[in-house]
């Protein structure tokens, strides 16, 4: 029993890991005031971009780098319709996902049932790796795992301590005092959707060139939505962030480790779903009972008065 | 000269018709153009592909027959959107509901098939629209009560309606006579739509789909319940201080769009197919297309039928150019995405006047 538990905690990590890339952009994304829906898409064509990029260059840094730069870029057109055209954000992210899912279908048809031409080996922390039980479970991983967790401490700093942070946060709750204080309202909102995608896009990458050392149509399967979740579950801020990627990657590793019980693999594909579903009711209640939710601001497009 | 180009958006007072149907025109001629850019770069000429989906969809009596198939579950899915939508309620699991209405008629088809037609069939179009009326009330509640974010439960519902047609046609309900497809059985006659022979248009599922959208026109326009809607949408607050009942408001949309969608399912399962497929078979993802159909109406119900018919037939020019240039189904919600975007970048030419203005560096 104590081996199943190590065993589902080990695998938890990496398999939550897509989750943290995307779910730390998001944070991002709406504590400036802005929804993106548009994760699934921008994860999906990340992957895409990681594995070709990764098997014609043999490199998956610049897979990954060429996943985040394209994933940016598609956050852009969320960015340019929601900050400057004003649409309706739910509608537009909807548009993005749909786009995304298209263009990698589109370009990823000639990797379907490639092999991968390279992998990461996993980096073991020396000393600490060979520690009984904590060794395995801590220090064993692929370099992105870490740079995941190490971008959690990073993001929480500049969100609470510096002055990028405030900057950020208000024009997320005010954007109109922001502006009055002479904050570029459309610049930061830019800038934190162009990081979301940023994000999404290496989310996207671990799935194809690390987890699964493989290009599937449609291998997302729905990431990019439970991300959006996560954001709420992780009341915005990037520490809890971390614990609930981490808890959907043991989910998703127990859906695959009960199979060998008899239930059926359907039914246990729903659990993920289900899962977000009672996140997002337990995070409704406690949104409710501490009166902390959504930035002030979330979804409103911003607009200058004229003077 | 230091500056910069700014583009400055000023509120219009009143929006003139003819402005309105310019922009969707045009915003729809761009997105076709940016399509075709993206084709082209991504190596698919996009004047073949755009000749293929043209003469799929239209070019032909089989292919107009084929768009009217298509057009009939986006027309059922996408009123009820109109209705959800206009309440600014973003039901974005109309495929879930769709999906659980088709596996209710399913189940009473598989129950009674010695049933009479003219009771089963009707039959199935009530459990259909409750089904998916319930799988609909399941994000509704929880919005009305608790506040949970509607787009993303709705949302994965329609991911576990899936698993459960999956779970179905697997599992309990795998047809004996099917070789091992993940089918069930086919309906007896009884349990089978007429259709307008020989093309495969259910037209009983098509003149519920066009009621559907004249009922939905009036009720959103000449009723009390349709008025406190679209103040419900337009203005949150206001509605509540009137009295307005938003936990109603809600649920009521929910349903109805739920249960429309669950129509569009019974119309795959016995007017298609006569049998429950995997997901995919019964939907190329109607449910999310409609979403389309419903904003390019301009959440206008009776606008609907134009609309669905639109997209229905670039699903049955995307069938084509699947086959022709052997392209991956998932091509089409590129079409879907761009069109989206443009559809809603082009209501901002309407609702605002835009003004470029050179801005020199102070």
Redesign the interface.
């Known amino acids: 029993m104590w081996d199943f538990i190590l065993l589902v905690l080990r695998a938890a990590i990496p398999a939550g890991t897509p989750l943290l890339f995307g779910t730390l952009g998001e944070v991002t994304a709406e504590r400036s005031g802005v929804l993106n829906l548009g994760v699934e898409g921008m994860m999906i064509v990340g992957a895409v971009t990681a594995f070709g990029v990764t098997q014609s260059t043999g490199n998956i840094w610049l897979g990954v780098a060429a996943a985040a730069l394209v994933g940016g870029i598609l956050a852009l057109v969320h960015a340019f319709a929601s900050i400057t055209l004003r649409v309706n954000q739910v509608v537009s992210g909807l548009a993005l996902t749909m786009l995304g899912l298209g263009l990698s279908g589109l370009v990823g048809k000639r990797y379907i049932g490639m092999p991968p031409r390279t992998r990461f080996a996993p980096l073991a922390v020396p000393g600490l790796s060979d520690l009984p039980i904590i060794g395995p479970l801590f220090f064993r991983y692929d370099p992105l795992v870490y740079l995941a967790i190490a971008l959690v401490p990073v993001l929480w700093f500049i969100l609470y301590k510096t002055r990028w942070g405030i900057t950020l946060r208000s024009v997320g709750e005010s954007p109109a005092t922001a502006d009055a204080l002479g904050v570029n309202v459309f610049r930061v909102r830019y800038l934190a959707v162009f990081f979301g995608g940023l994000m999404a896009g290496v989310g996207g990458a671990y799935l194809s060139v690390v987890y699964t050392t493989a290009w599937i149509e449609g291998m997302t399967a729905g990431a990019g939505w439970i991300v959006i979740a996560l954001t709420i579950f992780a009341m915005w801020d990037p520490v809890r962030a971390l614990l609930g990627a981490y808890l959907f990657g043991g989910v998703r590793v127990l859906q695959y480790r009960l199979q060998p019980l008899g239930i059926s693999p359907n039914l246990l594909n729903m659990l993920p779903f289900i899962f977000t579903i009672l996140v997002l009711l337990v995070s409704a209640g406690e949104a409710m009972r501490k009166r902390i939710g959504a930035p002030e601001a979330l979804m409103q497009p911003y607009m200058r008065e004229e003077r | 000269m230091k500056g910069w180009l700014s583009?400055r958006?000023?509120k219009r007072l009143a929006v003139p018709r003819w402005l309105e149907y310019l922009t969707l025109a045009l915003s729809l001629l761009l997105a076709l153009a940016v399509i075709a850019v993206?084709f082209r770069a991504?190596g698919?000429n996009p004047i073949v592909a755009y000749q293929r989906i043209f003469r799929g969809a239209f070019g032909s009596l089989y292919g107009l027959s084929e768009t009217i198939v298509k057009a009939i579950p986006l027309m059922l899915v996408g009123v009820g959107l109109t209705i959800a939508f206009r309440a600014r309620v973003?039901n974005?699991g109309a495929e879930g509901q769709l999906l659980v209405g088709a596996i209710c008629a399913t189940g009473l088809a598989l129950a009674c098939p010695n049933w009479p037609a003219w009771l089963l069939l009707p039959g199935m179009f009530v459990v259909g629209f409750v089904g998916g009326a319930l799988w609909a009330m399941?994000p509704a509640l929880?919005k009305a009560r608790?506040?949970?974010?509607e787009?993303?439960?709705s949302?994965?519902?329609v991911?576990?309606a899936s698993?459960?047609v999956?779970?179905l046609v697997?599992?309990p309900w795998k047809g004996a006579k099917e070789m091992g497809f993940p089918y069930t059985d086919k309906f007896s006659p009884s349990a089978q739509l007429p259709r307008l022979l020989p093309t495969r248009i259910h037209y009983p599922t098509l003149i519920l789909a066009v009621v559907s959208a004249v009922l939905a026109y009036l009720l959103i326009q000449r009723t009390k319940w349709g008025f406190e809607i679209r103040v419900t949408g337009e203005n949150p607050e206001a509605a509540r201080y009137a009295g307005m009942n938003y936990f109603t408001t809600v649920l009521l949309v929910m349903l109805l769009s739920g249960g429309l969608a669950g129509l569009a399912g019974v119309g795959e399962v016995a007017g298609i197919h006569y049998r429950l497929r995997y997901p995919q078979g019964v939907s190329p993802g109607y449910g999310?297309t409609a979403?389309i159909v419903a904003?390019l109406a301009r959440l206008n119900p009776l606008a609907v039928i134009l609309t669905a018919l639109l997209l229905g037939g670039l699903l049955v020019g995307g069938d084509a150019i699947q086959v022709a240039l052997g392209?991956?189904?998932?091509?089409?919600?590129?079409?879907?995405?761009?069109i989206?975007?443009f559809v809603?970048?082009g209501?901002?030419f309407t609702r605002y006047q835009i003004r470029l203005e050179w801005r020199r560096k102070t």
């Open positions: 583009l958006l000023e993206l991504l698919v973003y974005i399941i929880l608790f506040r949970v974010d787009v993303l439960s949302l994965m519902m991911y576990i698993e459960l999956n779970y697997y599992g999310f979403i904003w392209l991956p189904v998932a091509t089409m919600y590129i079409f879907n995405g761009v989206l975007l809603l970048g209501e901002v």
